[in-house]
T-cell receptor, first 113, second 115 residues
Framework: AQSVTQPDIHITVSEGASLELRCNYSYGATPYLFWYVQSPGQGLQLLLKYFSGDTLVQGIKGFEAEFKRSQSSFNLRKPSVHWSDAAEYFCAVGAGAGNQFYFGTGTSLTVIP | ETGVTQTPRHLVMGMTNKKSLKCEQHLGHNAMYWYKQSAKKPLELMFVYNFKEQTENNSVPSRFSPECPNSSHLFLHLHTLQPEDSALYLC??????????????FGSGTRLTVV
């Protein structure tokens, strides 16, 4: 069965510092992988996605993620965090047919000045 | 309007009430979804509609009843809910034709409180 694990429930970083959010997945074939961000009281916004090709994908707001098949990981990175990046981040894996996806439990990011 | 619009944004209802959540998408997508988001739990897929036809019902209690009259509108009818049904209900749409189009567009959600 498909599953997504986000090991870090909460991360705190200083503004301007680099960021890496971890995501591990379980899936039998090449997955479709996504990162979403959710600001308080809002829905989820797609940051980036991987479905084939280059394993390093660029997204919006300066984020990138790298697909590592050998580690079953799809970690999200940003070289310099801004205070506006404080939010909840969700990793998701595609289940293939039917365009359905499974989400992790999320990582809450706090940015301190 | 563009994107996915959900109404109302907030809803408080008693356990004997009947209410409906509405979702509308102006993206021309062919699939729509209802998700339940509870604190500290993964998003739970409730219902999936592809081309107005329900294709998934993930063991959702019958007190939740979806309706999809056309490819742009999705409703979630609620009746005799329980306090544990209090959550953020998210609607999403997607265009599921090619992998490069995969990925949801979410609405802002309806915060439901059952009292």
């Amino acid at each position: 069965a498909q599953s997504v694990t986000q090991p870090d429930i909460h991360i705190t970083v200083s503004e301007g510092a680099s960021l890496e959010l971890r995501c591990n997945y379980s899936y039998g074939a090449t997955p479709y992988l996504f990162w979403y961000v959710q600001s308080p009281g809002q829905g989820l916004q797609l940051l980036l996605k991987y479905f084939s090709g280059d394993t390093l994908v660029q997204g919006i707001k300066g984020f990138e993620a790298e697909f590592k098949r050998s580690q079953s990981s799809f970690n999200l990175r940003k070289p310099s965090v801004h205070w506006s990046d404080a939010a909840e981040y969700f990793c998701a894996v595609g289940a293939g047919a039917g365009n359905q996806f499974y989400f992790g439990t999320g990582t809450s990011l706090t940015v301190i000045p | 309007e563009t994107g996915v619009t959900q109404t109302p944004r907030h809803l408080v209802m008693g356990m004997t009430n009947k209410k409906s959540l509405k979702c509308e998408q102006h993206l021309g997508h062919n699939a729509m979804y209802w998700y339940k988001q509870s604190a500290k739990k993964p998003l739970e897929l409730m219902f999936v509609y592809n081309f107005k036809e329900q294709t998934e019902n993930n063991s959702v209690p019958s007190r939740f009843s979806p309706e999809c009259p056309n490819s742009s509108h999705l409703f979630l009818h609620l009746h005799t809910l329980q306090p544990e049904d209090s959550a953020l209900y998210l609607c999403a749409s997607s265009q599921g034709d090619f992998p490069e189009n995969y990925g949801y567009t979410f609405g802002s959600g309806t915060r439901l409180t059952v009292v």
